[in-house]
């Protein structure tokens, strides 16, 4: 595993357990007594993703791309090869009204978490207002050294992916169906020169190896707001070929380049229902069986955390359901563990 910067040293993690053993050695001892119980609605709800580029002058949700990206001649494909032609926007309410009747459900899910004033340190990496608990010493450091794609992918592998990996192994264990869930990078896959991408996938019992709910990650760095908003701007006839010859249509490189790419991660069974993140913002979507249609939603804010005050002060964030809330709600769709979809074309087999 790559070493992960947390100072002005390299510090080589075996395996992700050695790296939180190794956090909760230098944290302070979280005795029995210290601890209370809450229900997963509660602490979902007051998910916030940690702030990073703390040593920047610009606000992170401001940030602009650097530079297009660049040439994929990996990218390319023969005329016909992906289908897609239309893109269409989902009802926000949709995303709203079902998240919220699905985490309603949570509250009979319990999670032990540190009472206030102490450390996170289990697998449920992310804070919560829920329970005013504060990140470790080496978090903090972690989070504001963030200026390049590696931190980008410890911090979402060691923070956003675990957590939600815990929640879903929770929730399965109150259904009596225990499972080990991970999210493990496929960018291998899909790579590309000087990529400005990772892709990611749920891995569960019985389907090791194949892509399931993938997931395309950018820095915001790498892809902007604005580029956000081309990105799921509403195409009712995509009647050119730019999305095989993507080097050939220079009006829109970035997000054309993305949407290419996205077809191609989605085209595997039971893999047409997704998320795209830069952090600051998320979206959720689905291709249609055939490939020909994708619905998506409009950019979603994720629910930021300053970390001001050595990480105890909470901004006042997004009302629930936040997007992290909303991700939890359409891995489930993905897993076929939710009903009455039936508005949704979104099974794929």
């Not at 269409?88 to 032990?112: G, I, N, R, Y």
């Not at 869930?181 to 019992?205: D, G, I, P, R």
Request: proline share 5%; hydrophobic share 40%; glycine share 4%.
């Amino acid at each position: 595993m790559a070493a992960m910067n947390i100072d002005s040293t390299e510090i080589e993690y075996d395996s992700d357990k050695e790296y939180t053993k190794q956090l909760i050695s230098r944290s302070a001892v979280v005795l029995p007594n210290r601890l209370k119980r809450y229900s997963f609605l509660d602490y979902t709800n007051g998910w916030r993703q940690p702030g990073v580029l703390a040593n920047r002058v610009t606000p992170l949700v401001e940030i602009t791309r650097t530079a297009d990206w660049p040439w994929y001649q990996s990218l390319v494909r023969l005329p016909g090869t992906r289908k897609l032609r239309k893109v269409a926007l989902m009802d926000p309410m949709v995303f709203q009204a079902w998240t919220t009747a699905f985490v309603a459900k949570l509250d009979t899910v319990q999670v032990t978490l540190p009472v206030k004033g102490e450390y996170m340190i289990s697998n449920l990496r992310l804070k919560s207002s829920a329970a005013n608990t504060y990140y470790d010493p080496d978090s903090l450091a972690f989070f504001t050294r963030i200026n390049g794609e590696r931190e980008m992918r410890n911090l979402m592998e060691r923070y956003i992916f675990c957590t939600i990996a815990e929640v879903l192994r929770h929730i399965d264990s109150a259904e009596k169906e225990i499972k080990e869930f991970a999210f493990v990078n496929l960018s291998e896959q899909f790579t590309a020169h000087n990529a400005m991408w990772q892709v990611y996938a749920l891995e569960a019992a019985g389907n090791k190896g194949k892509i399931v709910f993938p997931i395309v990650q950018m820095a915001p760095w790498s892809f902007s707001r604005t580029d956000f908003k081309k990105f799921v701007k509403p195409r009712p006839e995509v009647s050119d070929d730019r999305f095989n010859s993507v080097i050939e249509y220079r009006t829109d490189k970035t997000t054309n380049k993305l949407w290419a790419l996205l077809y191609d991660v989605c085209s595997q069974p039971r893999s047409n229902i997704f998320a795209v993140t830069n952090y600051n913002y998320w979206s959720f979507g689905y291709f249609t069986p055939d490939r020909q249609e994708v619905h998506l939603s409009e950019p979603i804010e994720a629910p930021i955390d300053v970390l001001k005050d050595g990480g105890k002060t909470f901004v006042q964030g997004t009302f629930p359901p936040n997007a992290l809330q909303i991700l939890l709600w359409w891995i489930q769709v993905s897993r076929c563990r939710v009903p009455n979809l039936d508005l949704l074309d979104v099974n794929d087999n």
